[in-house]
Nanobody, 124 residues
Framework: VQLQASGGGLVQAGGSLRLSCVAS????????MAWYRQAPGKQRELVAR???????VYATSVKDRFSISRDISKNTVTLEMYSLRPDDTAVYYC???????????????????WGQGTLVTVSS
């Protein structure tokens, strides 16, 4: 399974950006797709995640400003970011977990995968 993220860039405070991530490869089903971020000198943290058949979960710092959505048919996850602030500056990583193909229609081995990071820079 491979994840390809895109959409980062430089934006002024108060602006908006849209991050996209597409999963490719062979898998039986995807369970969770999410976005994490890592700012310089800080640990990687969850930004938002969307698990199949569950409501989205957001970090408190981005709730009401960011929106995550999935297109299951296209194996994509999108993060719409509004009212960006300088402290949103970070490398953003796409994440996915699920199951590889098993025998017949059954689930195989579980997998976790990270995409390459995409840099989001918010200037003040």
């Amino acid at each position: 399974v491979q994840l390809q993220a895109s959409g980062g860039g430089l934006v002024q405070a108060g602006g908006s950006l849209r991050l996209s991530c597409v999963a490719s490869g062979s898998f039986r089903r995807m369970n969770t797709m999410a976005w994490y971020r890592q700012a310089p000198g800080k640990q990687r943290e969850l930004v938002a995640r969307k698990t199949t058949f569950s409501d989205p979960v957001y970090a408190t710092s981005v709730k009401d400003r960011f929106s995550i959505s999935r297109d299951i048919s296209k194996n994509t996850v999108t993060l719409e970011m509004y009212s960006l602030r300088p402290d949103d500056t970070a490398v953003y990583y796409c994440y996915a977990d699920g199951f590889l193909p098993g025998k017949g229609w059954s689930d195989g081995r579980a997998f976790e995968q990270w995409g390459q990071g995409t840099l989001v820079t918010v200037s003040s």
